[in-house]
């Protein structure tokens, strides 16, 4: 008996699901779906900030990020152990976490596949169902029950058991005693949880199938395992749903990514029988990038290869779509014509006559879209009709008119939903929406945009929706307002004549809202939403920025200064180039604060990241902690020292670096105010089983003994490989010298280069580590460094006083104008003093340097009135002559800071860094010079705490001692630390 209904409900489930329909389910729209199925690109776990920003927005992300290094899964394998899917070297890792007696393969009970929309999932489930009823797959399984939320929401409301709820849904399953639902194999398939109407609960427990109960507390049993706790459980959902059931019911998470490349040439090819047509459709969806990066969701595939092929088709064609707007435009109208053709048996061509004939159905139908946008609705019912002017008994009207566009869905008990064949295309029906309201003034629509007005310029409605887009965490209006800017421009307004009859010539609103979008300049905003706006530009086809890009790049000339759009045009450059960056550092571009940070993304692409000196926010750790995490990231070495990072953004980093995907190598975090508690989060990094990293330098950082001896717990775990420790200047003492000691003796095996320069080991801390290092050496023929020079007690101080060095005025290179005093610590602008001649005397310049050679690490202070140059020089700088090669920064041999009012400027080779305004500029400055690693950095000082402001930080390569100079016009003072 159950074997046949086992063989009855296959039938039913193979009837049901062996077509396949592109758009809706409409007999033309069918195809087999063995016919023209292609394999979806899908991987275990998700990819990186899923949830958290616009659907389409993660494909340009998903397009960056894919390799061989995601974990594939086929759809057919998601319930199987996790085991069989991982590699032996994963397996071997794994098990040696794991207790002795829980080897066993673990069971796979509940799936949650997450995808955005149109992205595949239920036609995955469709197949995965179809390969079950043909025989081919899982056979294992008994029974596969298909509850789609769509439904389900429509029967929320009834008291029900488990029982009678999946006789609702599979009638023929009424002789199957309930008792036996337990002997039995069972998959619920429950599609869509973005569509769920339900409220889940999972705090009551039921336990009987017979028991009548809400629709809600039956699901949420279901998935908790109460209810047939041998059942298997798929969930398919859009990722910003997928939190409503709780990790701890999940057994694993898939996320469906999309057509790779290859698998969208597969899917034009199978769609498109004609080869030579096929061919020249991927060849424009190859070489015009927002196509190619959309066409990962598949049912852009599907409107692609509908407008191509009928435009190729066509004898007179000048030029196929090459923006989105196009494509969509093209879209409407083809279907408008077919639709045409079938109901009115009349052949029309011209765009403005087709879409008049059916002008009062698209407006409305843009209206339900515009509305349901703003409310974040995909699903639409009577009542959302209604308030459109759309009556429901004409529903199916609408639908027979746009059944590629909108369609009305008869579900469960003939209540019916509607919806748009995708969320792309509402959006595009709402930017209509929105410029028609625009050409007929209809101002109470365009409220949420500019306010109440009574008339409204174009370019005054598209900076509003350019704003309202950027305040939407989500991205949810960002699709749309790409579309909007695309209608704006007179090729698509053609097009779409017979919906916007008054349509005008807008060129001049375009160049001006253009101009807009490149001076935007707004705080807290992702960079991918500034990418966003780049699409609109391209909308409008406006190509200068990423011209001005490519000459730039092709200059080689990298001082002219770059505007935030030309910013966030490079990065998405960077990132959309197949190519990968040996090296990329922000700071050899002339760009501002605001706008390292908007090519800050390009770290994704690129094997080395230079971002010392940045001005670190957490929204930067982010990025870079996503980037660490991406699949495919090339970065092996990442260089944050001079940043003001701090505890928190050392934990974030941590958390990436101990995701299987990081392949980071090289660390430098040297000066970025850490703590013990950044110790403890690199320690964890250490022990995890997939550490990259091999060198570390944590140098200049207040660690002390106690946050070293946090990291020996890392050092001395077996997974640590670490070959090159820097401490350099860590207020480390023989305390912590003994517990490095203690670590090294239980793993010395990789280290061969540790640095305890600048700190006070000790006699017996320098004996103990030099002993261990060099039995170390011997035992594995390595040649090892251990520096411990520079020490001493006075190292043992706070931040870079431990760098403090004593400096006098030299009276010997002091101008005329300068007056010596206070032991020559200070200089003072005057008239002409009776200096004796000296040949390192300078002659016309106001300017004056110390005595002492600078080499190693040295700190220093000074005070300063008036206008002053506080710098640092080499000795051969120029002292005759008025030439401005005589003045310090104005030459290649000289560094200096400006100080002025309350206003910095930084100058070296005569190339000028201006440096913002600040409530922390004081009238002191600190200076540290590095000089083994070629950098001289400027702080402002307060005078109540002494804190440090980092100002600008120069990096050169030095080749000769170098001296503190300054020129004066006021007076400065050398500051006792």
Not at 301 to 308: E, G, Q, R
Not at 829 to 835: A, E, I, M, N
Request: charged letters at 25%; proline letters at 3%.
């Amino acid at each position: 008996v159950l074997l046949r209904m086992t063989e009855g409900h296959k039938t039913i489930l193979k009837n049901k699901y062996e077509f396949l329909y592109e758009g809706f389910a409409l007999k033309e729209n069918q195809t087999l779906l063995n016919n023209i199925y292609t394999e979806l690109y899908i991987i275990e776990g998700e990819s990186e900030g899923v949830n958290e920003k616009h659907e389409v927005l993660q494909i340009e992300t998903a397009s960056r990020t894919r390799d061989s290094q995601d974990r594939p899964i086929s759809c057919t394998d998601i319930f199987k152990p996790l085991s069989t899917n991982r590699t032996k070297e994963e397996k071997k890792a794994l098990s040696s976490q794991e207790p002795r007696g829980n080897r066993q393969k673990p069971e796979i009970r509940t799936v949650l596949t997450k995808g955005i929309a149109g992205i595949g999932k239920t036609v995955s489930v469709q197949k995965f169902i179809l390969d079950w009823a043909e025989g081919r797959t899982n056979q294992d399984i008994d029974f596969m029950l298909v509850l789609p939320f769509r439904e389900l929401n429509l029967v929320k409301d009834d008291q029900i058991s488990l029982c009678g709820l999946l006789l609702e849904f599979h009638p023929e399953l009424k002789d199957l005693d309930p008792k036996k639902y337990n002997d039995c194999k069972m998959l619920f398939i429950f599609d869509g949880l973005d569509e769920s109407r339900l409220q889940l609960d999972f705090s009551e427990m039921l336990c009987d199938v017979t028991t009548t109960s809400s629709v809600n507390k039956l699901i949420s049993n279901l998935i908790k395992g109460n209810l047939l706790p041998s059942a298997l459980i798929w969930i398919t959902s859009r990722p910003a749903a997928a939190n409503q059931i709780p990790p701890q019911f999940i057994g694993r998470v898939t996320e469906i990514v999309g057509f790779s490349d290859s698998q969208k040439e597969e899917y034009f090819r199978k769609r498109v029988s004609d080869e030579n047509q096929a061919n020249r459709i991927i060849s424009h969806i190859k070489t015009t990038a927002s196509l190619h990066i959309m066409c990962h969701i598949p049912v852009f595939c599907w409107i692609s290869a509908t407008v191509l092929q009928e435009m190729l088709h066509q004898d007179n064609v000048k030029e196929i779509p090459k923006t989105l707007t196009e494509m969509y435009t093209h879209f409407l109208l083809i279907q408008t014509k077919m639709k045409k053709q079938k109901y009115d048996e009349k052949v029309e061509r011209d765009s403005k006559n087709l879409l008049e004939s059916s002008k009062e159905i698209f407006l409305k139908l843009a209206k339900l879209a515009f509305n349901q946008l703003l409310r974040g609705n995909i699903l639409f019912h009577d009542e959302d009709l209604r308030e459109c002017g759309i009556d429901v008994s004409e529903a199916t009207v609408y639908s027979g008119i746009c059944t590629e566009i909108f369609k009305e869905q008869a579900v469960l008990r003939q209540k019916k939903v509607y919806c748009f064949v995708h969320l792309s295309v509402q959006e595009f029906f709402a930017a209509i929406y929105v410029f028609y309201c625009h050409v007929n003034r209809n101002m109470e629509e365009l409220e949420y945009f500019v306010g109440k007005r009574e008339s409204v310029h174009l370019v005054v409605l598209l900076k509003g929706a350019v704003d309202k887009s950027l305040e939407k965490k989500d991205g949810r209006l960002d699709l749309f307002v790409r579309f909007l800017h695309g209608i704006s421009g007179e090729s698509n307004q053609k097009l779409l004549q017979g919906l916007l009859t008054h349509a005008e010539k807008n060129q001049e609103s375009i160049t001006k809202i253009s101009s807009y979008i490149k001076q935007l300049n707004k705080d807290g905003v992702p960079p991918e939403r500034w990418i966003n706006l780049l699409h609109c530009l391209t909308e409008m086809n406006d190509h200068s920025l990423h011209e001005d890009i490519q000459a730039f790049l092709r200059s080689k000339h990298y001082r002219a200064e770059l505007s935030l759009a030309h910013c966030t045009a490079l990065a998405h450059m960077f990132l959309m180039s197949e190519e990968v960056l040996d090296e990329f550092d922000p700071k050899k571009y002339n760009i501002s604060d605001e706008g390292h940070r908007r090519l800050l993304p390009a770290v994704r692409c690129c094997r080395k990241a230079l971002l010392r000196d940045y001005k670190i926010t957490q929204q930067s750790c982010e990025t870079i902690a996503s980037s660490l995490k991406s699949a495919n990231c090339p970065l092996r070495e990442l260089d944050l020292s001079n940043t003001d990072l701090q505890d928190s953004g050392v934990k974030m980093l941590c958390d990436a670096l101990k995701n299987p995907n990081c392949k980071l190598e090289i660390l430098r975090l040297a000066h970025c105010k850490l703590t013990e508690q950044s110790c403890e989060a690199v320690a964890s990094v250490l022990q995890s089983v997939n550490c990259p990293l091999r060198e570390l330098d944590l140098s200049n950082n207040d660690l002390q003994d106690s946050g070293v001896k946090m990291l020996c717990v890392g050092l001395k775990n077996s997974h640590c490989k670490l070959e090159i420790l820097r401490l350099s200047g860590c207020l480390v003492t023989e305390e912590g010298c003994s517990s490095l000691a203690s670590a090294l003796s239980l793993n010395s095996s990789h280290l061969r280069e540790l640095d305890l320069s600048y700190n006070h080991p000790g006699d017996s801390g320098v004996k103990l580590l030099s002993t261990l290092m060099d039995q170390h050496c011997w035992l594995k023929s390595v040649h090892c460094v251990f520096v411990v020079d520079h020490g001493g007690e006075f190292r043992i101080k706070p931040g870079l006083r431990k760098y403090a060095c004593g400096l006098t005025l030299d009276p010997n290179t002091a101008n005329r104008h300068l007056s010596l005093s206070e032991g020559n610590r200070k200089a003072t602008w005057r008239d002409k003093q009776s200096y004796p001649v000296h040949p390192e005397r300078f002659e016309y310049r106001s300017q004056v340097v110390c005595r002492e050679r600078l080499t190693g690490r040295c700190y220093w202070e000074t005070e300063w009135s008036g206008n002053a140059d506080i710098a640092v020089t080499c000795e051969g700088i120029r002292r005759k002559g008025m030439s401005r090669v005589c003045v310090f920064g104005r030459n290649d041999n000289s560094w200096s800071l400006r100080c002025f009012g309350d206003s910095y400027f930084a100058r070296h080779n005569n190339r000028k860094t201006d440096i913002p305004a600040s409530s922390s500029h004081t009238h002191r400055v600190g200076v540290y010079l590095d000089w083994s690693s070629g950098t001289a950095s400027f702080y402002s000082v307060s005078s109540d705490t002494h804190t440090l402001t980092h100002l600008h930080t120069f990096h050169s390569t030095f080749t000769e001692p170098l001296y503190a100079g300054f020129m004066v016009y006021g007076s400065v003072s050398l500051c006792h630390i």
